[in-house]
C-alpha cells in the first residue's frame, strides 16, 4: 500500500478534527474551516480511486465499482459544500438542508449502494445465494429495530408524527436499511472482485456513515457543528486507504476462487444477540416492546430457516463425500473400492444361476497420448472410454475405474461365451475414435476375462482377469483373452522377455542383418533392409516376431528402433567408402507406430544421417503397423522427414484393414507389396501384384515387392512389370559383412 496518499488523507482528517474540537464548547473562528475538512478531503480519495479504476489488469466489475465510486466522491464533495453553504449563509433553515443538499447526499448514498449492490457476488450456487440473503435479512431486521427504538421514534415524538416528518424518517430508515444491506453483501460475498483488505475498510466507511445520524443528537444544542464536519473525513480516509490497498493486492484468479467459496460470518450471530438484549432493554422501559418482540419472532423465523438450510447443505456435503469415496472423481465410476464391496457381494450370494464374468480392461499405448498431446487429452479419452464401457452394459452390470488407464467390468448372469462375446462387441465399439484436443484419437484395449465362483475371494478373480488381461496384451493387443489354466506361466514368460530385452542392448545381443533389394531386370543389389535381431546367451536367437511385440508394448522399441537407426546408417557409409559404385543406392529401416509418435524421432533421424555423414534422399523408413497409429499426429511427422530428404515405404501394403487409407492420408514414396499376394496356391495371384503395381503408378510411387521364395514368382514379377523385390531366393538376411563379401564379388542371389 503507497503511505503517500493515506497520509495525506489522514492530514486532511486531522486538521477537520482539530477544528471541529476547538469549536464543540463555542465558535472559535470563522465557522467556514469547519467544512473546509469535509470538502478539501474529496480530492485524495478521489486521485486514488480514479487510478484504480484505470488499471488495465483489474477484471471490468472491479475497475466499475471504483469509477462509480470516483463519481461518487465528486457528488459527495458537492453535497458538503452545499451543506456548508446552507448552514453558513442560510441560518433560517436551522438543522435542516436546502432540497440540493438533500439531493447531493441522496444521490451519492444512492449510486454509492448501487455500485456495491451491482458487485457480482462470486458465490458458489444457490445455496451460497439463500445464505447470503438469510444473513443479510437477519441483520436487517435487528438494524431495523435499533434504529427504530433509537433515532427513529425519539425524532418523531420530538417532531411530531406529522406526515413530512413521517416521509422524511421513513426514506431515512430506508436508505439506512440499504446501507445495512450493502455492508452485509461486502463481508458475506463482495471480496470476489474487491481486494479483501479494501472490503473491510469500505465496510467500516459504510459503517461510520450509517452511525452518523445517530451521533447528530449529541451536538442537537451547537447549531453550528454537524457530524458530517467529522464523520466524512475519517469515511474518506477509509475510501483513501481501500482504494491504495485495492492498487496494491489487485485481484487474482485465485482471489476470486477463494472468495467462491462459503465464507462465515459472525454478524448474523452478533445481531440475534444484540436484538436480545434490546427485548430486556425494553421489557424493562417497556418502550418499544411490541416492535422488538416482533422483530424477535422475524429473527427467530430467519435462524430456523437458515439451520434447516445449513443441515440440508451438511446433508449434500456429506452425500458428495460418500460419492466421492466411492466414485472416480474424472470419470464418475465407481471405483476400486467400491467395485470390489460389490463383487464380493456378488461371489458370497452365490451369483446369478448362470454364473459371473470379471473382464479388466487395459488401454493399449495410453501412455503415448499423455506424453504426446498432454494430460488434458489423455482425461478426454478416459471419459470417453468410460460412457462408452456404460452404454455397452446392462442395468445390473458394473463398470469401474481401477486407477490410471485400467477399467475392469462385472457381468453377472452370464455364461463365459456370453462374456467373452460382450467384451469383443466392446472392444469394436472402443475403436470409434475420440475427438481430443483437436486429434482423432484411436482406442485400443487389451482385455483379460475370468469367471467367479461361489466363495472365492475378490482379489483372486481380479487376479485371474489381470493375468488373462497381460496374455492379450503380449499377444499384440487390442484383443480379448480368456483366462485359462497355465496362462499364467506363459504371461510370466513374456514379461521376465520384456525385462531381459531392457539389458540386452547394452549387452551388445542385439544386432542387425541387412536382406538384399534387388533389380529383377539383372539381380544387381540396388538396395538393403535393416532387420533387427536377438542372441539370447540362454535361448539362442528369438524370432523378432516375439520381443519386437514386447518392445513395442514396453515402449522399449523408441530406444532400440534409434540404435537400430544409427547402426544401420554406420554400415551403409563403410559399405559407400568400401564398395562405391557397387554399394546399395538405399537403405530402409522399419519405423513402428511408438517410433512414430516419439516427438524426438525427426531429430534422431537427422543425428543418424549427419553422424554417418549420409544424405536424406538415400534413407527410407519403413512403416509398420501404421494402421495403429494416430494417422494426423504420424502424418506431421512425416512430413517433417520428407522436408529433410528422407524417402517413406508403406511396409505389407495390401493387408490390414487400412491400406488404401493409409496411402491416402500418409505422405509415402514408395509400397511395398506383401508376400500374400504371391501366395502360388491362388491361382489369380498374378492379377493382384499387376493391380498394385498399376495403383502405384497411377499415384507416382514406387513399388518392391517382399517375399520373394522362388524363380517363378520373380519371373512373374518381371513379366507384370516389378522392377524391384526381396526375400529368401533374391538374397536372405545377411550380416553387414556378409553383404559387403557379397558386393565385392558381385554376388547378388541365392541359387535355387
Known sequence: MRLLPVRASLSVAAFAVTVFALNLTAPRGPEVLLWLGPCGAVLVPLVSAWRVARMPDLPAPTRRFWRTLAVCLVMAGCGAAAHGYDTIHSPSLGRHMSIGTISLYGLTMLLLLWSLIR????????????????????????????????????????????????????VTL???????????????AGQAYIAPGALRLLAGALLVGALSSLL?????????????????????VCVTAAAERQRKVGVTRATREKAGRSPFSRLPYLAVAGVDLLLLISVRSGADLLPTVIAVIALTGLVM??????????????????HSATHDALTQLPNRALFTERLAATLAAGGPCRGIGVALIDLDDFKIVNDTLGHQAGDVLLVAVAQRLRACLRPGDTAARLGGDEFVVLLEDVTPDEAEGVMRRMIDVLTEPVLAD?????????????????????????????IAMYAAKHGGGGAVQRYRPGMAGAVAGSAALGAELQQALAAGELFLEYQPIVSLSDRRIIGAEALMRWSHPVRGRI???????????????????AW??????????????????????????????RQLADPDLVAHVRAALAGAGLPADCLTLDLTGTAEADLTEAAQRLRELRDLGVRVALDDFGTGQASLTLLHRLPVDQLKLDRAFLDPAVGTWVPMPSAVLALARAAGLEVVAEGVETADEAAALAACGYRMAQGFHLGPPMPGAELGQRLSSHQTAVTS
Open 438 to 466: 483437436g486429434q482423432h484419437l484411436l482406442v485400443r484395449a487389451s482385455i483379460g476375462i475370468a469367471g467367479g465362483r461361489l466363495g472365492e475371494e475378490p482379489d483372486e478373480v481380479l487376479r485371474r482377469a489381470d
Open 564 to 593: 537400430a537407426l544409427h547402426e544401420a546408417c554406420r554400415q551403409f557409409a563403410a559399405w559407400r567408402q568400401e564398395h562405391g559404385a557397387d554399394a546399395p543406392g538405399t537403405l530402409s529401416v522399419n519405423v513402428s507406430p
Open 174 to 188: 430506508l436508505l439506512e436499511l440499504v446501507t445495512v444491506f450493502a455492508i452485509m453483501k461486502v463481508a458475506l
Open 305 to 322: 430457516w437458515r439451520q434447516v438450510t445449513a443441515f440440508r447443505e451438511n446433508a449434500e456435503l456429506l452425500s458428495r463425500l460418500d
Open 119 to 170: 458487485l457480482p457476488m462470486g458465490t458458489s450456487g444457490r445455496g451460497d445465494v439463500l445464505r447470503i440473503a438469510l444473513d443479510a435479512g437477519t441483520v436487517m431486521i435487528a438494524g431495523a429495530a435499533f434504529l427504530w427504538h433509537f433515532e427513529a421514534r425519539p425524532q418523531l415524538e420530538a417532531a411530531g408524527y406529522r406526515p413530512a416528518t413521517l416521509l422524511a424518517m421513513t
Open 216 to 236: 447528530q443528537g449529541l451536538i442537537e444544542d451547537r447549531r453550528h457543528l454537524d457530524m458530517v464536519q467529522l464523520t466524512l473525513p475519517a469515511i474518506l
Open 543 to 561: 524370432a523378432p516376431a516375439e520381443f519386437i511385440p514386447v518392445a513395442e508394448r514396453t515402449g522399449l522399441i523408441v530406444t532400440i528402433g
